[in-house]
T-cell receptor, first 113, second 112 residues
């Protein structure tokens, strides 16, 4: 049981490039989410999903896309990277929703030059 | 949406002392309040949580209190140890929101 697996751990992009951050969980969790962590600002929700085929926006969705074609996977796409998207990104999941423990991935440190 | 404020942003205590971190929330519908600990370079991990039908919960040296009327909740760590040094985040949620709202974090430094 690997839990929540995130790749890559580190990534450097140039402004305007696109990329996908991968997230997978093997705990049969319905709820999955993406956060960004910036110094002094805590964790801010980007997008979330309550099940396969269902996604919705969080607090800071602009510049990001998500899809949930399977229960296990929830990739985050940066469409055209900007320096303001330099951050640490965490994927997190829970069994059913937000009244339960969140399991976090190990994070992706992204730098946009 | 919900707004969670957390204080202080940094806290330095001597080993063996107690540490208290406070959070306030704005939406009275919130009913689940977890606390996460994040060690340097690691992922956040749940250390304790409380639901709105409970006023206090304790787990060994860690306790959380909730005042629904005042809309604030606090994390109490007693007999602090150097391994308690980390960033602590509070959060609030209501299941129908499908969103967690996190505080900005408290960096706790426990001096040996």
């Amino acid at each position: 049981n690997a839990g929540v697996t995130q790749t890559p751990k580190f990534q450097v992009l140039k402004t305007g490039q696109s990329m996908t951050l991968q997230c997978a969980q093997d705990m049969n969790h319905e709820y999955m989410s993406w956060y960004r962590q910036d110094p002094g600002m805590g964790l801010r929700l980007i997008h979330y999903s309550v099940g396969a085929g269902i996604t919705d926006q969080g607090e800071v969705p602009n510049g990001y896309n998500v899809s949930r074609s399977t229960t296990e996977d929830f990739p985050l796409r940066l469409l055209s990277a900007a320096p303001s998207q330099t951050s640490v990104y965490f994927c997190a999941s829970s069994y059913r929703g937000t009244n339960e423990k969140l399991f976090f991935g190990s994070g992706t440190q992204l730098s946009v030059l | 949406g919900e707004n969670v404020e957390q204080h202080p942003s940094t806290l330095s205590v001597q080993e063996g002392d107690s540490a208290v971190i406070k959070c306030t929330y704005s939406d009275s519908a919130s009913n689940y309040f977890p606390w996460y600990k994040q060690e340097l370079g690691k992922r956040p991990q749940l250390i304790i949580d409380i639901r709105s039908n409970v006023g206090e919960k304790k787990d060994q040296r860690i306790a959380v209190t909730l005042n629904k009327t005042a809309k604030h909740f606090s994390l109490h760590i007693t007999e602090t140890q150097p391994e308690d040094s980390a960033v602590y985040f509070c959060a609030a949620s209501f299941n129908n929101f499908n969103k967690f709202y996190f505080g900005s974090g408290t960096k706790l430094n426990v001096k040996p």
